[in-house]
């Protein structure tokens, strides 16, 4: 066991846990921040995507002690002028079906429209191309960050 001290969601925060214990777990166990989801626990899936200092990471894969000191964001923490327009262009679109990747996917587009607030298609490919949907939702998740970024309905 080990003393990690970190910042969530804007709210500094200090564990007690062994410091291999991935990110994703302290989250969600330790904290009880349930947004970020368990999918592969290999970094394959993106169902886990939270940010840590603005970058998109997988937390199944990252241990608590790399982010000592560090700022993570999770779905619950995102800040409203990025969570809105993202969650209304998600609704707009009907982009969830089964819906459990869908934190992971917005947690990845929020970092894209960070990095890149108007992202070509082969942008949004590029970068999302690590978050799995298992019910297919690609085009409707493209579009909905098309829409979030200004592009309108998405099918420019």
């Known amino acids: 066991m080990a003393t990690t001290r970190f910042v969530v969601n804007r709210e500094p925060r200090e564990v007690d846990v062994s410091p291999e214990t991935p990110l994703l777990w302290v989250l969600r166990d330790t904290i009880g921040l349930t947004g970020t989801k368990y999918g592969c626990g290999m970094a394959l899936c993106g169902a886990c995507t939270v940010h840590v200092d603005g970058v998109a990471v997988r937390s199944c894969s990252t241990p608590i002690s790399s982010v000592e000191g560090k700022k993570v964001t999770t779905i619950e923490g995102l800040k ?8 209304q262009a998600w609704i707009e679109e009907q982009v969830p079906q089964c819906g459990y990747c869908q934190s992971g996917q917005i947690m990845a587009a929020a970092a894209l429209l960070a990095k890149t607030p108007h992202p070509t298609v082969e942008q949004i490919n590029d970068e999302m191309s690590g978050n799995i949907c298992r019910c297919g939702t690609y085009q409707r998740i493209r579009r909905a960050i098309q829409r979030a970024a200004g592009g309108g309905n998405g099918h420019h």
Not at 80 to 87: G, N, R, S, T
């Open 80 to 87: 409203q002028e990025v969570k809105f327009p993202l969650q």
